[in-house]
């Protein structure tokens, strides 16, 4: 199977995606002036042409393709070939009105936007297949081809009728048996009994709450439905380019894609990474969306989107602030990644995304935007030895879409419970408390690690269990959240509101109630404070450590229990004092900071041999790095300490 290092050779990517179908070609040439001077070495052709390439049901337009893949092989610029079915031309939706997805209302999303497309339909996937086949017949030989890029940012859901046909089909083939599907959705409730199949459909607008074995069925089927549209166009251009590595890009933690799965389709794992410049928790949130990429690739990852400068679908898009370009672009390679990409090339003129910004953004390449770019671009060409190399990370953090997807249903015991938020909040303590991690499934092999965290898995196989218990009794160190192991598979409550296993793993005797927290509340324990969820628990007499609740119903009762080298957090500690735990569980398990007595705004992470220091302040720092490096960055020779400017970055050598 080919790999990103295929693609790279020993160099960074450095570009964006390139849309000249909406400029005159004389603008081509300049664009290529630009991209030269900026170090530009990779383009992505063709996200969104498929109506410039196929004008009407059946023609084939290539010519400016033509051209453009030739202007860029000239100039020694690699192109990462889109298929262009993301967006369908609007003759599609107009003679093929099947091809639309319809809401859980039962409305079409016409054309006129873009992913107007049925995940279902056979004829958009014949349309699909067919451009797909073409374009891979036409450029499988061309030099300036390095990889292929399958449609963009999948998201489609469907209620419609085809849908539900084929969700009919997925389900014969998960439970082979009607008296298996009513048993798995446990449909004794509420009279949902089925006789037929025909009566199954999508969980469609219902009177009051919808079954939510069916929601989470129905989120499993869209997830591979979409990866059915995407294996097929891969396999397509697989069988003319077999050198050549596939990828399609993710968006980071995305509810519709079971990104596990769909990783080990993909020869590259890309994703786009868009934190707002105005979140003081920016980094964290790019540094978790990194880590997760990295660790679904199991190595060098390609950011294939980013921003150089303001987005244009948050409420207020504001700019980003001089020099935090380059420090999110270096955070990134410094997290794994070998390929650093913009949506954008050039800011469109026309268009809804008119707005978001470009590489080279409406100011022209005079403008700051650019001159980022450049001394990034310039930056990127002195880390070249990095490609290629390992990030070794001695915590785990486990994260399920399954599990997710089920923890999300309605009628649940508290809304204000959200998964990713969970997820951001146990990771921001591992970052802040200088402690690298990898992201992995519950299933996974958790061997190597010596602390494994879980933020929440509501629900959790046996094998997902058994593969817990198993990493604590062969010496690791577990550190769960609440709401965690409460369903099965199905979505079948576990007796006793936690599976057993665990609550022995735990020492839990008795897990009595729930106690949810409102908007804004918290619960006193013994030297913090709990936020968001506490429970009613009977400790076990053979627990090793509790962390009492005060005051209140579940006064002296545990917040946090201990039972020899496994943790269990019934509420969400606030931000130091989750932090302080977890410090505390990694050192205890052998786990120490790349570098000690770091400033708090100072990110440290070791990438083969390599240490990246980052400074995402906006003051300057002084940061201590005992012996002499050399900084890849500056030429300089560092001794026992490197200062940092406000968003500054040493990539230090010893």
Not at 22 to 39: F, N, S, Y
Not at 449 to 468: H, S
Not at 563 to 591: H, I, K, Q
Request: with cysteine.
């Amino acid at each position: 199977m080919p790999h990103l290092n295929a693609v790279t050779r020993g160099r960074i990517l450095f570009g964006g995606d390139y849309n000249p179908e909406q400029w005159p070609e004389e603008t081509w040439h300049e664009d290529v002036r630009l991209m030269k001077d900026a170090g530009v070495n990779s383009v992505t052709l063709g996200v969104f042409s498929w109506s410039t390439l196929e004008p009407e049901p059946g023609a084939r337009e290539f010519g400016r393709l033509d051209t453009l893949m030739d202007l860029m092989h000239a100039h020694g610029i690699g192109v990462v070939l889109a298929t262009p079915t993301a967006s369908p031309p609007p003759w599609m939706g107009r003679l093929y009105p099947e091809t639309l997805p319809r809401d859980a209302d039962g409305r079409t999303e016409h054309w006129g936007g873009r992913q107007h497309f049925s995940h279902s339909s056979a004829v958009y996937r014949r349309f699909a297949a067919a451009i797909t086949e073409d374009l891979a017949a036409r450029y499988a030989d061309h030099p300036a081809l390095t990889l292929w890029h399958i449609n963009n940012e999948y998201c489609t859901f469907d209620y419609g009728d085809e849908a539900a046909e084929r969700f009919r089909r997925w389900l014969r083939d998960r439970y082979g048996t009607l008296d298996a599907l009513n048993t798995a959705w446990g449909t004794a409730f509420w009279s949902q009994g089925y006789d037929t199949w025909e009566s199954v459909i999508p969980p469609r607008r219902a009177h009051y709450l919808p079954n939510p074995a069916q929601v989470l069925d129905f989120r499993r089927f869209t997830s591979d439905m979409l990866l059915e549209c995407y294996t097929a166009e891969r396999d397509i251009v697989r069988r003319h380019t077999p050198h050549l590595p596939v990828t399609s890009n993710f968006m980071p933690l995305w509810i519709g894609q079971d990104a596990w799965r769909w990783a080990e389709e993909e020869d590259v794992v890309s994703v786009d990474l868009y934190p707002d410049p105005r979140d003081p928790l920016g980094a964290q949130h790019g540094a978790l969306v990194q880590d997760l990429t990295r660790s679904q690739a199991r190595g060098p990852w390609m950011l294939m989107e980013q921003a150089a400068g303001p987005v244009n679908w948050r409420g207020v898009n504001h700019p980003k602030p001089r020099g935090l370009n380059r420090l999110w672009t270096l955070q990134a390679v410094a997290r794994g990644a070998d390929a650093v990409c913009y949506f954008q090339w050039r800011q469109s003129r026309q268009g809804a995304e008119k707005f978001h910004s470009g590489m080279v953004s409406h100011a022209g390449e005079e403008g700051r935007t650019f001159q980022e770019v450049k001394r990034i671009g310039a930056d990127l060409q002195r880390l070249t030895e990095v490609t290629g190399t390992p990030l070794v990370a001695d915590v785990a953090i486990l994260h399920d879409w399954h599990a997710w997807w089920a923890g999300a249903q309605e009628g649940r015991p508290s809304t204000l419970v959200d998964h990713p938020a969970v997820l951001h909040a146990w990771h921001r303590a591992l970052w802040e408390a200088h402690l690298t991690t990898d992201f992995a499934h519950p299933e996974h092999d958790l061997s190597r690690y010596r602390l494994v965290v879980v933020p929440q898995l509501y629900l959790l196989t046996d094998a997902a269990i058994e593969n817990l218990l198993g990493y604590v009794r062969a010496g690791g160190t577990l550190v769960s959240g609440f709401l965690t192991g409460v369903a099965d598979e199905d979505d079948r409550v576990r007796a006793g509101g936690m599976d057993a296993r665990l609550r022995e793993l735990f020492g839990v005797r008795v897990l009595h109630e729930w106690w949810p927290l409102d908007a804004g509340a918290s619960v006193a324990c013994d030297g913090f404070r709990g936020t968001l969820w506490s429970e009613e628990i009977e400790a076990a007499d053979d627990v090793t450590e509790t962390v009492p609740y005060r005051g209140g119903e579940l006064d002296g009762l545990p917040a946090v229990l201990r039972r020899g080298r496994a943790w269990y957090v019934s509420t969400l500690p606030e931000p130091d004092a989750l932090r302080g735990l977890l410090a505390r569980a990694a050192e205890e398990a052998g786990v120490r900071p790349v570098l000690a007595d770091l400033p708090a705004t100072v990110e440290a992470v070791r990438r083969g041999a390599l240490l990246f220091v980052l400074n995402h302040g906006r003051e300057p720092v002084t940061v201590p790095v005992p012996g002499r490096h050399h900084d890849l960055l500056t030429g300089a020779t560092v001794t026992d300490e490197v200062r940092l400017d406000r968003y500054g970055v040493a990539v230090l050598r010893p």
